[in-house]
């Protein structure tokens, strides 16, 4: 006869900063950090420091989501003034204009910004998968309230709403 699996409450070090909890630990507390959000025509961009520097996430509207590590520098141009937006659109500016204009079919995709950048001071947090360090999940407190993660797992990328 098989003995049968207890089910043994999950203790953290850390405690996550939004309910529901994941059923699995971060790897450390939630941190507050200034991030930058854009709405965009079909999603949003949110620039969100590192330890290395800053990481671009795109969430589209159909829940796929990619990330760049922010590569533009102070001095570089924040915008390309060859590009003209549609009227009451715009033209994302330094990191995100980076990114949008830099990155193969990504424009298309995406769209025109429908807003100006704004920035936030949010919580983030973060998980890796104890299997490998190819994958990860970051959790963020969108300017709207609303907590996002970021699924990321060699080339499967994705964005879901978790939690308030």
């Not at 509207?61 to 141009?77: C, I, Y």
């Not at 001071?121 to 890796?128: A, D, G, K, L, P």
Request: charged share 25%.
């Amino acid at each position: 006869k098989l003995p049968v699996p207890s089910s043994t409450p999950l203790t953290c070090s850390d405690a996550w900063f939004f309910s529901p909890a994941p059923a699995f630990c971060p790897d450390g507390p939630a941190e507050s950090l200034t991030v930058a959000e854009q709405p965009f025509e079909r999603g949003r961009m949110v620039w969100v420091p590192d330890d290395v520097g800053a990481q671009v996430y795109v969430m589209y509207t159909d829940g796929k989501a990619e990330s760049w590590a922010d590569e533009w520098v102070e001095g570089e141009p924040e915008t390309d003034p060859g590009i003209q937006p549609p009227a009451g659109l715009f033209q994302p500016r330094r990191g995100f204009g980076a990114v949008w204009r830099g990155v193969t079919g990504l424009r298309d995709r995406l769209g025109w910004a429908l807003a100006p950048e704004s920035a936030a001071q949010t919580r983030v947090q973060r998980e890796r998968f104890g299997v490998d360090a190819k994958g990860w999940h970051v959790f963020l407190r969108l300017a709207d309230g609303r907590v996002v993660q970021f699924i990321g797992h060699y080339a499967t990328y994705a964005w879901l709403e978790v939690g308030r």
